[in-house]
């Protein structure tokens, strides 16, 4: 059986999982069958030819129709637009596979996980960062004990495309549409790592304190002399209680001027500790409990998460992997009826966070984590 | 002239101001000179061995006797120790250096920067860090305004000594004779940095909200089958919004496995941004206006500060060095009556945010700093 | 117009082709149309295995019936079956993709040489690493002459998968089969991009010194209880003077414990100097006229070479990807009647150097490359 | 009993040794009293100046005089210098510490080395950089067999001081003054730390192929219209054959742009592996039997050589401070008659190993070590 999906988003991570389906049969021989059916929008012109270089059969401008046609439903368009089509495609029983942050709002956010529950079909949500093969290593190694009792979890998510003042107005500006700036876009990454990473040593986080800024108010439209507001956050930082007594320390930003994609992981514990770049995504710095300094591992031998699907050792993967990992592990799942993470669920859990962020910045006051 | 200068605390901090003394005739010609002439301590005979080996002509167990009868008094001990004679050195219009952070409360730190302004001697305070060739370079190109309109100021001094359960108690680890723990011991010098370093470009801080953790509760003492509470942080984090609006986060552990001394500082602008770690002191990481890329520079030619007094490019200098540098621009201005930072002025003022951290951590909110 | 493309093949290198050419739809809109038509080897069954995995329409065991019936051959076989069908093919008017080594022997590469030299279609020697965008940057830098005139060019090629006595023989070891070892494997790598980068500011090898080593002599066979002997190099090491008077040095192994793919060119010049890595290849260190340390370029901007393909800033490729472009720039020469490089007098010119190191090596005396 | 220590040379060196005896004292309390007695050079307005800073009692023009007169005779003059007062010093039965490398040919260091034999008093030869503790640790290491069987040794030592052509004439760039140029004074170092990391395990370098080159052929004198001419090499390379069959490749330059004092040194053996840079003189990098990647270690422990004489983890130590140790052990050898090493024995085996590049470079082949 060939599962058929239809996919609402053509432009970058239209692209990036596009990609991902096309890459499977060659790589991931037990992957399902997938074909590569609808590619959903508005405008009909630039979807035409999306799907002529995407590789989808045809194309449609209502997702409505279209929910109960295809076996499995990608949403990839901007926050404002995830909650509505999952939730019809869920109640329609058409498993959904949505773009992060899972909502604009948590309210949105508990609403779509609320249909995921009733529905007894996967709904994931696209965290790639956790199918990054250095981060399944070091979760296995958290896992079995190798850090010990987790002190420290440090996540910083540096960027810098907003840092001339010109840079132009997008939707990733905008509360609206977006719900939140560098917290939604890049922090929901952070904290959904730090989850993944240290859930189950560090317990969930149990209260927080952030902070939101926003260094230029309102940025040019491009091709008009028309400037728009920006409403949501440049930058954040965040610092975490976890229920162990373990402290997080959460930051992203879009002004990191010299920082394009820097994404970096820091966890200390009692036997051991390591580090993270998504910049050097092949890499791992483990300190080891019998060792005496990090050890820069190059998570590309056969015996690491995923690489016996790709190339010898030392010849790296990069960012796109990722999402044909991620693609893998949920089009198994949706074929074989297992579970899926990060699912819904797991998108909710990030967003409280998201939201406690949020609220602790409005008042001035650490809160609790709902 | 020589200036006979008397040295309370003969430990850690007694031996790297002996040695910096000690150095200074070799490579700074221009420094005054300067006499050991009396090492200040309470157990005699550890005191005449310390005298011997660190090159003092006498010992005294008395530092009220001593502080009129030197011309410079330099304070080392315990923070507890740091107020009552340094207080009494300058109201006998003796210049005073003294360890950091300047007090262990803010009420004390307060009376001794009173008595630094009554005083017409200079009062130094002892943030070495200041005195490291690639900060000082820093900072001038921060001047220069090579960095622009600083967004973020990140500043983390990370250790693992205590990380052992087992790791013996100190002084260290008692608020009444410390103060606080790994924030006022590593968190001052980051304070105290990021102060130096961005202080005229971002203004003060205005507001901070933080976290103390203590991991471990009680310590054995050495020696003996007892233990004793520890009643001081393990770690701190913090989050701070600077007058002009930059963000900045810090934080401190004793228990960062697998960091030695590992005191990083990084500052992004909307032209550049750098970063430096203690452990490579010698090196500065710098992104410039027109770069790709954070460049790697070694900070030891001729023309970078003081420099010129050691060796050739590329012949590293040691942590010790940023003593010597110190104890020069201290003595000079000693001796030509000039001014010095930083002074206990610079101290108060860390000290001020030290204490509103403290102050949210107690109260779960943001806090202005005095 | 579609071009059939008939593939000798299908392992390691039939794969990473193979997948190249099916990305190029998705990725590279104006490359030529191509189907993967037919796989050629010998073992039927596999073949099939295979042709169904990297999805080609039918397969051959015979290459000599399908160099006539594709518009482009690709052979990437062991070295010693890269003569006939090449040559071959060529002779049919066949454009020829050919991996590197170009041959086991000089005499050899210098009859592929002169079929190539008779036929008027492209026929391409597949040194990938020229298709690095930090590398093909990086030879923008050095043709606009940043690093002003070259003194030092330094290339290292480590593997470490021969380091275990026990790890078992493979045609890799054998002189009859593979020519040379970590040399013609690995170090034509390195002299072709020596060539590509400063050929034209340095001039050509005039004279080369080197040395081989084996370390173990021979090796078991997988399954059986036999072993056969190692008969090329397991490293080698050269000095060369380039006609500039640039100084040389060249090294490979597959016992350097601890390196996977460690590909390391370094070039330094009287206004700059540069350094890459392979297992870090989107980024380049690069000294600068003014600078005054290596920048570390993430060169991964939309208008660095093929990016533009690709993924935003800081979103990282990987090893494949050079094949993708290489295989872009390789048909496009063959649809549009184009020059490309490197071709067979490339992969001649860099096997001069390689036969000269074995002479010197042979001859303990410093040789001219022919 | 105090030892009264006269020294040859007063610039760069004699800065070097002269800190080194004044620190002594204060760190290395079992080390010999020592008196910096005499200062010993040709400019008597200059050798005054030198003397009061850098804390000798007197001065003299005459060595001859005073070889009789001292306890330890430091040799730090040019190396066309180091002969006779050397050999004229042993001959006395004073005890001799001469710079590297210890003669400007080899006819000249093997009579030196036969003066020392000829004495029952150390001679020793001052290559500094055996005493930087990660280098002593790391000896500790492959003496234990952590590294195995050695494969490869790689030593590359670069400097930029003359990549400017108008860099002014100076003693190291003239054959008769300096013997050769970087291979004498950068090479022999890294001959030195080869002979001392691997030379119980790979035995000596039995042959060796070696190339001169050098860039600028003529330089400006300083203060004058004149130019003089280079008659030593800028840059060297050189592979080597060892006893063991080990592969070593060394190289050396003044030209490599963008490099200050950047001393390498990479062992690659069957079990591990490790690299060391001196610009991170504190660190030192190491590939163990069962890790994945080079732990990147601060040699700063109490239990690291040295280190209990300095300060606490972490608190780095600097270039200079290799002449402290140096001047430990010598000056411990002296007084308590045991034996020192680097003596002129090593001296001599260094020298013979340069000899032996200059030989390979004048004709063409390889040669053997003598």
């Given at each position: 059986?060939?599962?058929?999906?239809?996919?609402?988003?053509?432009?970058?991570?239209?692209?990036?999982?596009?990609?991902?389906?096309?890459?499977?049969?060659?790589?991931?021989?037990?992957?399902?069958?997938?074909?590569?059916?609808?590619?959903?929008?508005?405008?009909?012109?630039?979807?035409?030819?999306?799907?002529?270089?995407?590789g989808f059969t045809r194309t449609s401008t209502d997702w409505a129709e279209e929910i109960d046609e295809v076996d499995v439903f990608y949403n990839l368009g901007p926050n404002h637009v995830h909650a509505e089509p999952s939730i019809a495609a869920?109640?329609?029983?058409?498993?959904?596979?949505?773009?992060?942050?899972?909502?604009?709002?948590?309210?949105?956010?508990?609403?779509?996980?609320?249909?995921?529950?009733?529905?007894?079909?996967?709904a994931g949500s696209a965290f790639n960062y956790r199918f990054v093969p250095a981060l399944r290593y070091a979760k296995g190694l958290i896992e079995d004990g190798k850090l010990g009792e987790i002190h420290h979890i440090r996540g910083r998510y540096l960027q810098d495309w907003l840092v001339d003042p010109d840079a132009p107005w997008s939707w990733r500006?905008?509360?609206?549409?977006?719900?939140?700036?560098?917290?939604?876009?890049?922090?929901?990454?952070?904290?959904?790592?730090?989850?993944?990473?240290?859930?189950?040593?560090?317990?969930?986080?149990?209260?927080?304190?952030?902070?939101?800024?926003?260094?230029?108010?309102?940025?040019?439209?491009?091709?008009?002399?028309?400037?728009?507001?920006?409403?949501?956050?440049?930058?954040?930082?965040?610092?975490?209680?976890?229920?162990?007594?373990?402290?997080?320390?959460?930051?992203?930003?879009?002004?990191?001027?010299?920082?394009?994609?820097?994404?970096?992981?820091?966890?200390?514990?009692?036997?051991?500790?390591?580090?993270?770049?998504?910049?050097?995504?092949?890499?791992?710095?483990?300190?080891?409990?019998?060792?005496?300094?990090?050890?820069?591992?190059?998570?590309?031998?056969?015996?690491?998460?995923?690489?016996?699907?790709?190339?010898?050792?030392?010849?790296?993967?990069?960012?796109?992997?990722?999402?044909?990992?991620?693609?893998?592990?949920?089009?198994?799942?949706?074929?074989?009826?297992?579970?899926?993470?990060?699912?819904?669920?797991?998108?909710?859990?990030?967003?409280?966070?998201?939201?406690?962020?949020?609220?602790?910045?409005?008042?001035?006051?650490?809160?609790?984590?709902?």
């Amino acid at each position: 059986m060939t599962l058929q999906v239809g996919v609402l988003g053509y432009r970058f991570m239209g692209q990036a999982h596009a990609n991902a389906l096309a890459r499977l049969p060659m790589f991931f021989e037990d992957a399902p069958d997938v074909e590569r059916d609808v590619l959903i929008g508005r405008d009909e012109a630039a979807l035409a030819d999306a799907a002529d270089q995407l590789g989808f059969t045809r194309t449609s401008t209502d997702w409505a129709e279209e929910i109960d046609e295809v076996d499995v439903f990608y949403n990839l368009g901007p926050n404002h637009v995830h909650a509505e089509p999952s939730i019809a495609a869920l109640e329609s029983g058409t498993p959904v596979f949505c773009e992060k942050p899972l909502a604009p709002t948590l309210d949105v956010a508990e609403e779509m996980a609320q249909a995921a529950r009733d529905a007894d079909v996967p709904a994931g949500s696209a965290f790639n960062y956790r199918f990054v093969p250095a981060l399944r290593y070091a979760k296995g190694l958290i896992e079995d004990g190798k850090l010990g009792e987790i002190h420290h979890i440090r996540g910083r998510y540096l960027q810098d495309w907003l840092v001339d003042p010109d840079a132009p107005w997008s939707w990733r500006n905008d509360a609206e549409l977006a719900g939140s700036g560098a917290l939604g876009d890049l922090g929901s990454h952070t904290i959904d790592l730090a989850r993944f990473l240290v859930g189950e040593q560090a317990g969930k986080i149990e209260r927080i304190s952030g902070q939101l800024q926003t260094f230029v108010d309102e940025r040019p439209v491009e091709g008009s002399d028309e400037t728009r507001p920006v409403t949501v956050d440049d930058a954040y930082s965040a610092q975490a209680e976890f229920e162990s007594g373990a402290m997080g320390t959460f930051e992203a930003s879009r002004f990191a001027n010299g920082h394009k994609n820097d994404h970096t992981i820091e966890i200390q514990g009692s036997k051991g500790s390591l580090r993270f770049s998504l910049e050097r995504l092949n890499e791992l710095e483990l300190l080891r409990e019998d060792s005496r300094g990090y050890e820069t591992i190059l998570v590309t031998d056969e015996t690491d998460p995923y690489i016996e699907h790709w190339w010898p050792p030392g010849h790296v993967i990069g960012w796109e992997h990722t999402f044909v990992h991620e693609n893998y592990e949920f089009l198994s799942a949706v074929a074989d009826g297992g579970e899926f993470h990060p699912n819904f669920e797991d998108g909710l859990a990030a967003q409280r966070v998201l939201d406690a962020i949020e609220r602790s910045d409005a008042t001035g006051e650490w809160v609790s984590v709902g």
